[in-house]
């Protein structure tokens, strides 16, 4: 016998043997191992991704509630800057709704205008401005229903809104104009008090120990 037939007839039955154990193991794991490696990358990828766009939407809010505060701070600091000069031209303009008794008209008419600077100067720095947001919403509600009442009662009144205010002459009234108005306010005032967080905000530098509950960055 030769020695190349020698060295065949031991490499054959080597060569029928099945794969051993640890290559069987080693093969099944390599697989599972691969595939976890890649979810695991696809989750951070994915996440990376989240994280990116949650704060890009956050900032728009936030330049969307600066807006709503300037915007609303300076009509109600407009609207109550313009009245303290001639509180009692507004005391008439309060009585011409014929909502209050005539003992409250004069109190209403003199402490109105100043919470209304009070509020739009809050509202425009920035400071307790979803307390503020509130209290405009709050007081455009109230003014909507009085503009309302007039309306329907056929009483005839400037609403005194900038100034002024009064009986005027029925084709003078405006009061659907001042509705879709204080309506528009009143949804940027809800804006703010649900997304209260917004960039140039005094609160933060100056109460930055008090969380805006609810609201997103």
């Given at each position: 016998m030769t020695c190349c037939e020698l060295t065949l007839r031991c490499w054959r039955p080597l060569a029928r043997r099945p794969i051993s154990p640890l290559g069987a193991i080693i093969t099944t794991h390599a697989s599972p191992s691969t595939g976890g490696k890649t979810a695991r990358a696809k989750g951070t990828k994915n996440g990376t991704a989240n994280k990116s766009g949650a704060p890009l939407r956050e900032?728009?809010?936030?330049?969307?509630?600066?807006a709503f505060r300037i915007w609303v701070g300076a009509v109600f600091l407009w609207a109550g800057a313009v009245k303290i000069p001639a509180l009692?031209?507004?005391?008439?303009?309060?009585r011409a709704y014929q909502i209050l008794p005539l003992e409250l008209t004069r109190p209403v008419a003199y402490v109105l205008p100043f919470v209304e600077v009070a509020i739009g100067l809050m509202l425009i720095v920035g400071i307790f401005h979803r307390l503020a947001g509130a209290t405009t919403a709050f007081l455009l509600v109230v003014f909507m229903v009085a503009i309302i009442s007039v309306w329907v009662r056929g009483i005839a009144v400037d609403c005194g809104c900038f100034g002024g205010g009064g009986e005027v002459a029925q084709e003078e009234t405006?009061?659907?104009m001042k509705i879709v108005e204080n309506t528009i306010w009143f949804l940027a005032s809800m804006w703010v008090v649900v997304k209260p967080k917004s960039p140039l905000s005094l609160q933060d530098k100056v109460f930055p120990e008090?969380?805006?509950?609810?609201?997103d960055r």
């Open positions: 900032r728009i809010f936030g330049w969307v509630t600066l009692e031209e507004f005391v008439i303009s309060v405006e009061y659907g008090i969380e805006l509950e609810g609201a």
